[in-house]
Each structure stands twice: as structure tokens, then as C-alpha cells.
């Protein structure tokens, strides 16, 4: 059979998915523990989530440096001991630290549970936050953050949620290198005391796990003392009046780089999927119009994308990219040219199907792993969406008309409505 390359290969569009279900648990003091079990592989991810990030911090930075420093020494391990009990067992560690929550997540053969479960339990109880290992730790962070704000792409980023949010605001503030050097050890310990110690969490337990790992997390942490009183937040709404133009002029620069968008929604918004298939469009993926006209045609830029990233309170619109000086306001002139076009002209048919076509592919192809699927899972379990948020996600992409799409740009997208910021020259 002689194979014809002149043909597209047939194709079924999805109209459906489906996960496997979520079994929850409570442990001896109160702890949830959601399971989900795909068994095809032997291995599992355990998760404890706290409610824990820049929202509850009295002092900035003690959410990041109190979490990362949870693996530097407990009472009878040193770092370096830390690290060989979960390397003896092929495990690995992550601690992570955002505005809404933080985890320590730990990665294992399900045979290795057992061993690794005390080791965590320790972090949890037991850290000493030693003053050698903190000190190595901010010296790092002060490193990296001052490459970083040579870049304009980070100084561009950090001054876009600012200028959205407010720079006290737990989703506008960004590690600043004079506050991280002033940060005490003091500070951390307060945070850890008060947020961490004996606080609630969530625990996700996915991969091949049933109920006899549920019994044996049970033994290591579910008789952890927890307090059941609901931890006040500490960080503040800000309003932000400032719609001009933010212009980081930087001569020494070559590029610029463009940030522009806006305050939006949580993804709980009855627009949300209509914004997310706009924005799709716009410049969410390789085929996008921005990239059609700014790349292909223009050759302004390597790469521009628009994305919604979306938290538990609050949520933005971005557009970002990186030019060349000499065309950033023909740049951002196009990019508002291709809104209006939105606004003003009917999406073709076959273009919004190819759209939905890739998103539902996408959305599919982001469940191959339970740690993926868990992923997913975090949206339900944790920021209170409904249950069928992920059952009926393709169903809702592809119920988007071309006359929602028209409604919700100039709904969402008015040229007044953006903030912008460019770090480098117009």
C-alpha cells in the first residue's frame, strides 16, 4: 500500500473525558486525604498543601524561605542526611511556596513509602532552620534575583503585577533583594510557628496507592496534633488606580519587553470559558493570530503569547513578548489592532473549530500521568470549583459561539481597559 501524503490523515474530534474518581479519607486528626488511584505504574506522589503562601505572611519572603528551609536540618538529621534518606530510596523532594498555598511533595516507588514517610513527618514537626544553611539559602536567592532583574522580561513581569495588583498585594509583591537581605531567622520561625507547626493541610496522594498507603500515612502523620481554628490572612487587598503606560527606560538595551493586559476572574467566573477560547485565539498557542501577524508576517519577535493565569481570589490577562526597540509601538499597535478585529469580525468557523479542536487535544494530553491528573484535581479540591468543572471542560470549550467571542472582547479587551508596561525603549 503506497501511503498518500497529499492526504490528511482521518481524525475524531473529543467531545468527552474521562478521570478516574477521587476517594477521600480523614485521618485520625482531621486531615483530608484525597486518593487518586491509577495503578499502571509503581510509583505515587504525596502531597501536603497548606494554606500557607504570601497571603499569611507578616513580614514578606517568610512563606518561600520558611518552606525551602523545612529540608535544611531537622532535630536529628542534618541537611546532607535529609537528602541521602530520600536518595537512598530513589525519592525526590520538592517545597514549594506561591501567593495562595504551599506544599512539600514528595515523589517515590510505592515499595519506598514506608521509608520516606518518617523523613517527611520530621520536616513537618521537627525542622531547626539552621543559621549556616539559611545564610547559603539567601545568599543563592540574592544571586539569582539580581541576574534576574537584569533581564527585562523578569523586571517587565514583576512591574505588570504590581502595576495590576499593587506591590503590597500577596499577587503583586515579588521577591526584592534589599527585603530578602534584611529577612531574620526570627521572622521564618515566627512563620513556620504560626502557620505551619500545627496547622491543617490537604494531603493528594496520587498514583498506585490504595488504602494500605492510606493507613500507613495515617500512622506517620495523622497523629501530627493539628489546630482546627481557621488561620486569619494577613495580606491586603490593594486598589490600583494607575492606567498610564509604565515605560522602564533602559539604553544600555537592545530589546524590549512588553507586558499588556489586565485584572480579570477566577476561573469559577460564568465567562471564564468564553474568555479562555478568546484568548486561545488571540495568542494562546503556536497558531495564534498575534503570532500569525507579529512573527510570521512582521517579524518583530521569535515568539508572543497571551495567557489567563488564574488564582484562588483574583485573576490577570497577559500579553507578553520581546522586540526590538525600534518596534515596540508598531508591536503594541498591531496587537491592539488584532483585538479590534476580534471585537468587529465574526471568528471563522473553521478557524474556531481548529481552535477548540487543539485546546481539547491539549487538555487531553495534560491527564497522561496521575501526577498530571492530580494536577487538575487541585482546582476542584482546593479552590472550591464545582465537581464537574473538569467533566464538562470540553463541553464547555466547544458550546463557544463566535458571537460570545466578539462579546467578551470588547467586553474584557477595550483599549482603555489594559495596563501597560515596557522595559527597555520605545
Known amino acids: 500500500m503506497v ?45 501536603c498543601i497548606f494554606e500557607a503562601g504570601t497571603w499569611y505572611e507578616q513580614s514578606p519572603g517568610t512563606s518561600f524561605f520558611a518552606f525551602k528551609m523545612l529540608a535544611e536540618g531537622t532535630a536529628s538529621r542534618s541537611s546532607a542526611q535529609i537528602s541521602e534518606s530520600f536518595d537512598r530510596f530513589g525519592a525526590f523532594l520538592e517545597l514549594n511556596s506561591g501567593p ?10 510505592t515499595k519506598f513509602l514506608p521509608n520516606v514517610l518518617p523523613v517527611l513527618r520530621e520536616l513537618l514537626t521537627e525542622p531547626t532552620f539552621p543559621e549556616k544553611e539559611l545564610d547559603d539559602l539567601r545568599n543563592i536567592t540574592l544571586q539569582n534575583l539580581r541576574v ?16 495590576l495588583f499593587g ?16 529577612l531574620t531567622r526570627e521572622r521564618i520561625v515566627e512563620f513556620y510557628e504560626r502557620v505551619i507547626r500545627e496547622r491543617p493541610f490537604q494531603l493528594l496522594l496520587a498514583g498506585a496507592a490504595s488504602e494500605n498507603e492510606v493507613i500507613m500515612i495515617n500512622r506517620e502523620l495523622g497523629q501530627r496534633p493539628v489546630l482546627m481554628d481557621t488561620l486569619p490572612i494577613v495580606g491586603t487587598e490593594s486598589n490600583v488606580a494607575d492606567s498610564l503606560p509604565t515605560l522602564l527606560e533602559k539604553p544600555d538595551s537592545i530589546q524590549s519587553s512588553i507586558r499588556l493586559g489586565r485584572r480579570l476572574f477566577t476561573r469559577s467566573h460564568p465567562d471564564f470559558f468564553k474568555m479562555l477560547v478568546t484568548n486561545e485565539i488571540l495568542g494562546g498557542y503556536f497558531g495564534s493570530r498575534l503570532m500569525k501577524n507579529i512573527r510570521e508576517e512582521k517579524g ?26 525600534e518596534n515596540t509601538q508598531q508591536t503594541l499597535d498591531e496587537i491592539h489592532k488584532e483585538i479590534r478585529i476580534l471585537q468587529h469580525e465574526p471568528v471563522p468557523q ?21 501526577f498530571e491528573i492530580a494536577d487538575r484535581y487541585k482546582v476542584v479540591l482546593l479552590d472550591g470549583m464545582s ?21 467578551i472582547a470588547k467586553q ?12 527597555g525603549g520605545k
Open 3 to 47: 501511503l498518500d501524503r497529499t492526504q490528511s490523515p482521518a481524525f475524531q474530534t473529543i467531545q468527552e473525558v474521562r478521570l478516574p474518581q477521587v476517594q477521600t479519607f480523614t485521618l485520625d486528626n482531621g486531615i483530608p486525604l484525597h486518593l487518586i488511584a491509577v495503578p499502571q505504574q509503581p510509583v505515587l506522589r504525596i502531597e
Open 100 to 109: 495562595d498555598r504551599a506544599s512539600i511533595v514528595v515523589y517515590c516507588l
Open 148 to 163: 534576574n532583574y537584569e533581564k527585562n522580561a523578569y523586571l517587565a513581569g514583576v512591574l505588570f503585577r504590581e502595576k
Open 167 to 182: 506591590p503590597n498585594h500577596p499577587y503583586g509583591r515579588s521577591q526584592r533583594p534589599e527585603v530578602i537581605e534584611q
Open 300 to 325: 518583530f519577535t521569535y515568539g508572543i503569547s497571551s495567557n489567563m493565569p488564574s488564582f484562588r481570589r483574583d485573576g490577570y490577562f497577559l500579553i507578553g513578548t520581546d522586540v526590538n526597540k
Open 350 to 370: 473553521d478557524e474556531l473549530e481548529t481552535v477548540k479542536n487543539f485546546m481539547a487535544g491539549e487538555f487531553v494530553g495534560s491527564l497522561n500521568t496521575p
Open 387 to 407: 465537581a464537574d468543572f473538569l467533566t464538562s471542560y470540553i463541553e464547555r470549550l466547544r458550546a463557544v459561539t463566535s458571537d460570545d467571542i466578539s462579546a
Open 412 to 423: 474584557y479587551l477595550a483599549e482603555s481597559s489594559l495596563q501597560e508596561v515596557v522595559v
